[in-house]
């Protein structure tokens, strides 16, 4: 099977990367100028209000609108006894948690909660919070009794704004690399609990024992870095820890508030996290944005500095490969199935309701054998079509009747 990433950002106003398997559009991401992308971006925030009925701050981080923190997304560090001290904590940017605060990590390094792709941590516990990587669940003082109006604190956004409602923010720091993800204020290091075999998990965490992080960061080795050489962690955890040093330097130095950290573009953020060495071939459009992703490729994975080429033809590289096509039948309600047979796709409110329909499907087969061959078929194109159109949730298929 061939896969190939085509990334077109020909005209500036948009980006549009395209993952291909065997001339088949399987992941799309686009990216417009326009829009707003704050998340995984890290700031120097001030508090402007706080909010007791709901447990809450709303704090100014230089954007125009203000974003809002729970108190289920202030790390314990700030719980210390004596309350917030503003400049230790904005001075140190994150560390080791204080003695009395040892608890709050799990005993083993490995007993850690998988951290996304993205450096975020997507579980929760029971009541709708969200669980940090290493935390345990702790009774927490209100949050006028942590912070106070005018307090500043680092915060990053981990949801984007949605309406009038402004960017959901938390002060658990996490900055992803390629292998491994920087957690300033978890203090050690662990690894990701997607990684199920014991001697793979018991030889990432003695060659991050052996590469010695610096005293106080924390560091979780990532799924992608699980068959991974010393050197390639090692290549990751230096620019993990020089790009934290200059994140550091901007928060001793500015005013609140103000951006600390921006995430990477779109082009360098894809080849991090979705690359794997199963693709063949990376092909940019644009020279610009092709030696930018050539640089971080030959710092980050230089073996697969190779596969990375720049599209030079006359047409436009997903007209090349006929993508547009496919592309602009990506938000049609219905889908046409190989050899007959369609998907309607509807999204509502509450869930995606998706129907299989047999149309002029059939096989030399029984009716049964019919309809367990178009199901199939049908499965493998709704993973698809969700992937496609970004839609989670409940989804509901309804599948041909079959015995």
Known sequence: ??????????????????????GSLEELYVERSSQDNYVGNIYKGKIVNLEPSIQAAF??????????LHISDVEPQYFRQGGYDPDKEIA??????????????????DELDEVGENGRSTSRNGHGKRMRPGVR????????????????????????????KGPTLSTYISIPGRYLVLMPALGRIGVSRKIEDEDAR?????????????????????????DRTKRELSRDLAYLVRLW????????????????????????????????????????????AYERAKEFLQFVMP????????????????????????????????????????????????????????????????????????????????????RLR??????VNDFIDMR
Do not use: W
Not at 1 to 22: F, S
Not at 60 to 65: K, S
Not at 280 to 287: H, S
Not at 337 to 348: A, E, F, H, Y
């Open 1 to 22: 099977m061939k896969q190939e990433m085509l990334i077109n950002v020909a005209q500036p106003e948009e980006c549009r990367i395209a993952i291909v398997e065997d």
């Open 59 to 68: 704090v100014d981080f230089g954007v125009g609108r203000n974003g809002f």
């Open 92 to 109: 140190r940017g994150g560390g080791r948690p204080a003695p009395a605060e040892v608890d709050d990590v799990d005993d083993e390094d």
């Open 137 to 164: 669940p702790r009774i927490k003082p209100p949050i006028q009794e942590i912070f106070r109006r005018g307090d500043e604190l680092l915060v990053q956004v981990i949801k984007e704004g949605i309406g009038t």
């Open 202 to 226: 018991r030889r990432l965490r003695d060659i991050l024992r052996e590469l010695n992080p610096p005293k106080g960061l924390g560091f979780i080795v990532r799924t992608a870095g699980t």
């Open 245 to 288: 040093k200059v994140i550091v330097r901007r928060i001793k130095k500015a005013p609140a508030p103000c951006d600390v950290y921006e995430e990477s573009d779109m082009i360098i953020r894809t080849i991090r996290d979705i690359f794997t060495g199963d693709v063949d071939t990376i092909q940019i459009d644009e020279p610009a």
């Open 303 to 386: 073996r697969y500095t190779n596969r990375l080429q720049l599209y030079e033809g006359k047409e436009p590289i997903f007209h090349r490969y006929k993508l547009d096509e496919e592309i602009a039948r990506i938000n049609q309600r219905k889908v046409p199935l190989k050899n007959g047979g369609s998907l309607v796709i509807d999204q509502t409110e509450a869930l995606v309701a998706i129907d299989v329909n047999s149309g002029n499907f059939r096989t030399d087969g029984s009716a049964e054998d019919s309809a367990f061959q178009l199901n199939m078929i049908a499965a493998r194109e709704i993973a698809r079509q969700l």
């Open 390 to 395: 970004d839609l989670g949730g409940v989804v």
